[in-house]
């Protein structure tokens, strides 16, 4: 006589809804890539020359792949920031400023005497210095907002207003980090960093790969803020200010703590992206060292849905996007501003078909 078998134990599928939350953000970001191409195609370019070296220069060899990871990376971290505050109901939009932060204080740790560091913490300092520096200056968004009820989203633009000029202002003085002027350079940047503080590479028996440990760091970060948000009762308690902070008071939370707590963690993970940015791929610090990765983070933070998995997915997304726009720019003329556009494309596209998809389930 044969066993029956309960429907329980039969294979697991995935619900009409769950499927196409998942296939309408795909189709829509293959469609903005596809306006994309029609942008490419109108600027009298050639198509195919376009997306041979958009694809050489993302995955054209195991170097440039692990140059596309490498800048996920920066965008990673920022964005696991951004939602670790969105969970409390908070809108980091100073990801910029917090790396430039976090990058300029690593750099400045790095040149003067951790090189002389022993075990490893030459590389280490420097990185944990960029984290702190990146949490006091989202800690400090958070505190007005605890203790003024300051809009974090205003304070939090308005700091990386003041941040920006200041590491210019580093690599302008030379009585900071600028370098000594000479005949053969005088550009407004410090001087390299030192070996022994650069991020070790993953895999150093292949020259041929840029990886560096930054991506171990960034996997650790993943499941650490995944357990937090999703395991803990720190994230219950996130979510409880998030959802209704009055509550939450009554039921004896310090909500105002817990709003410093989220925008200083915000702001370390984007001081440590700044960290990593100079240390694995950089190395020396210049004025526009950030190059938008802290908005560009900002946006992988807003696609996840808050999401660590969902960052993750993101972060490979725009690294690989940015290497690609570089070589297309630089081998087939074309403006990386088409990928600018491809990436608001894809952000529009994403935001209005997951819009559309939460109101078609709310009316069932």
Known sequence: MQPVQSPASGPRRLAPGTLLKIAVPVVATAAALLIGLLIIA?????????????????AGSGFNVGASINRAISLGFVGLGFIFANRANLTNVGGEG???IGGMIAT???LHGAASLPFGLAFV???VAGAVAGALWGGVAGWLKAWRGTNEVITTLLLTFIALPVVYWSVESVRLLRKPMTEVSSLPESAEIAAQTQ???LFPDDPTSPMHIGLLLFVAAVAVIWVLLGRSALG????????NDSASRRAGIQTGRLVIVAMAVAGGLG??????????????????FSSGYGFDGL???LLSRGSPLGVVVGALLFGFLRSGSIAMEISAQVPAAVVLICQGLIVIAVAGSTWLVDKKAGRK
């Not at 001081?271 to 526009?288: E, P």
Request: proline share 3%.
């Open 125 to 127: 300092l420097p990185l």
């Open 42 to 58: 109108t600027t009298g370019s050639s198509v195919r020359d376009a997306m041979e070296a958009f694809w050489d220069g993302m």
């Open 199 to 201: 991020l070790p590479m």
């Open 108 to 110: 400045a740790v790095a």
């Open 299 to 301: 946006v992988v933070g």
């Open 98 to 100: 917090q790396l430039a």
């Open 271 to 288: 001081g440590l992206a700044g960290a990593v940015l100079i240390q694995g791929q950089n190395h020396y610090l210049t004025n526009d």
């Open 236 to 243: 219950l308690k996130l979510r409880a200010v998030g959802l």
